[in-house]
């Protein structure tokens, strides 16, 4: 045999290797192996929505990392304490005090409506 021949030959061989590669690929390698259990899918379903709160519990405090909830400093009122957050006792205000109070909760509480 010449060198020529067993060149096509082997390329013949390749040829057909390969187109046989190409057809079990395209007829085996979309499809699983074997039938999943109703098990193995519901295990499936439950690790993607436990991956999914997980990424939406990271976004979330991701989101919430730029919030401060602390009380609010005395940086902009000079010479002042810290801006009380809960309100005094009604003791320690005055009938005066009182009155003005109870007008802008009925003035809000009217906006509001």
């Given at each position: 045999?010449?060198?020529?021949?067993?060149?096509?030959d082997?390329?013949?061989?390749?040829?057909i290797?390969l187109?046989?590669?190409l057809y079990?690929?395209?007829?085996c390698g979309?499809q699983?192996?074997?039938?999943r259990?109703?098990?193995?899918?519901?295990?499936?379903?439950?690790?993607?929505e436990?991956?999914h709160?997980?990424?939406?519990?990271d976004?979330l405090?991701?989101?919430?990392?730029?919030?401060?909830?602390g009380?609010?400093?005395?940086?902009g009122?000079p010479?002042?304490?810290?801006l009380?957050?809960?309100?005094?006792?009604?003791?320690d205000l005055?009938?005066?005090?009182?009155?003005l109070?109870m007008n802008?909760l009925?003035l809000?509480s009217?906006?509001s409506h």
């Open positions: 045999m010449s060198i020529k021949m067993q060149i096509k082997v390329a013949k061989r390749l040829h290797v187109f046989v590669g079990i690929l395209a007829h979309a699983p192996l074997r039938k259990s109703v098990s193995e899918v519901q295990l499936m379903h439950n690790v993607w436990h991956k709160a997980l990424d939406r519990q976004w405090q991701m989101k919430l990392g730029n919030i401060h909830t009380s609010i400093s005395s940086a009122r010479g002042k304490g810290p009380l957050l809960t309100p005094p006792d009604s003791k005055s009938p005066e005090q009182i009155t109070d802008l009925d809000n009217r906006h």
